[in-house]
């Protein structure tokens, strides 16, 4: 990416500075998507520690002094929390400023923000789909949603010029960008995102409960797969708890048909039917080859980990052979 010869909007105001505002003001910046950038947060130790970073032109105490002036307010916090978020700073926004927020819940954030934001405003819900299982203003990068998709949700009477303005605001820190009522990103995220986390949720929970399975044991012999669960469960409590009440519909619906899959597989392991499950195995194959296909995973093997070199010295033995 190359720095944009004129900047998209003239002040960027940030409320919240996790992991997905704080890599939006380092993107924001990096490519001179914005004259300025101001950020606040609710703790004074993460606006503390976001002065210590630099990654912003100003912090600021309060939510109210972040919007001043600002032309582009995206909410970074829980979904649970826009709505209370959007009552606190409608008064005060700029007339004509774009609001939106990065929530992966869209349905919610529109009932919960919208009555509380001024006409002469206008909002544009976002979800920027990209992450990692860390949180807080150090976990942030520049390069997080480069090749990662942005999904706008505006409602039906949002302003054109609005949302393509802020479709080139993502576009610009490397994003892919779509437009898709809020209804329908809810059902495609909980398929995609939201019952995986919860069912990585379950699986870990489910091992640390397990009577005849040590902690221990769990944590020496994880497996890749198990590894790759404990990432996921270990993303931010706060964030999907309020991602499974605000979409419960959907996530409830896609666990239904997940739980008639696995009834399936039930059935195929206990008849002893290898076809059915080869078939099953297949094709869920070839859905993971799509994905690295259109550039959305890499290919490396075992997802990029690194392996450690053969040790130096020969290992003991561990027994003789009969012959020696």
């Not at 944009?4 to 003001?25: D, F, K, M, T, V």
């Not at 044991?217 to 409590?237: H, N, Q, W, Y």
């Not at 419960?248 to 899959?261: H, I, N, T, W, Y």
Request: charged share 20%.
């Amino acid at each position: 990416m190359s720095k944009l010869q004129q900047p998209i909007y003239n002040r960027l105001a940030l409320i919240g500075a996790g992991l997905i505002g704080g890599s939006i003001a380092r993107a924001a910046r990096a490519q001179g998507a914005a004259r300025s950038i101001v950020v606040t947060a609710r703790s004074p130790a993460t606006r503390k520690r976001v002065a210590e970073l630099g990654f912003a032109d100003q912090v600021v105490e309060s939510n109210a002094a972040a919007i001043d002036g600002a032309d582009l307010v995206i909410v970074c916090v829980p979904v649970g929390a826009c709505g209370d978020v959007a009552r606190e700073i409608g008064p005060h926004l700029m007339k004509g400023a774009t609001v939106s927020d990065v929530g992966s819940v869209k349905g919610a954030v529109l009932r919960d923000m919208a009555p509380h934001l001024p006409p002469s405003v206008h909002f544009v819900p976002a979800h920027p789909v990209a992450g990692t299982e860390n949180s807080g203003p150090d976990s942030g990068f520049a390069e997080l949603f480069v090749n990662r998709w942005c999904i706008l949700t505006p409602p039906e009477n949002a302003d054109k010029a609005a949302i393509e303005r802020l479709a080139a605001f993502w576009s610009a820190l490397g994003a892919n960008v779509e437009t898709m009522p809020a209804d329908h990103h809810d059902l495609v995220l909980a398929v995609t995102s939201h019952l995986p986390h919860l069912i990585a949720y379950t699986i870990v929970g489910t091992a640390d409960e397990l009577g005849e399975v040590t902690r221990s044991e769990v944590l020496k012999f994880s497996a890749g797969g198990f590894r790759d669960f404990t990432r996921i469960a270990a993303s931010d409590p706060t964030m999907w708890r309020d991602v499974f009440l605000a979409n419960k519909d959907a996530v409830l619906e896609m666990l239904g048909r997940f739980s008639e899959d696995l009834s399936g597989l039930t059935r195929a392991m206990r008849s002893g039917d290898g076809d059915a499950l080869f078939e099953h195995f297949t094709r869920t194959r070839a859905i993971r080859r799509g994905i690295v296909e259109i550039g959305q995973d890499s290919p490396v093997p075992d997802f990029g980990r690194t392996h450690g070199g053969l040790p130096a010295e020969p290992l003991p033995r561990p027994y003789a052979a009969d012959n020696e």
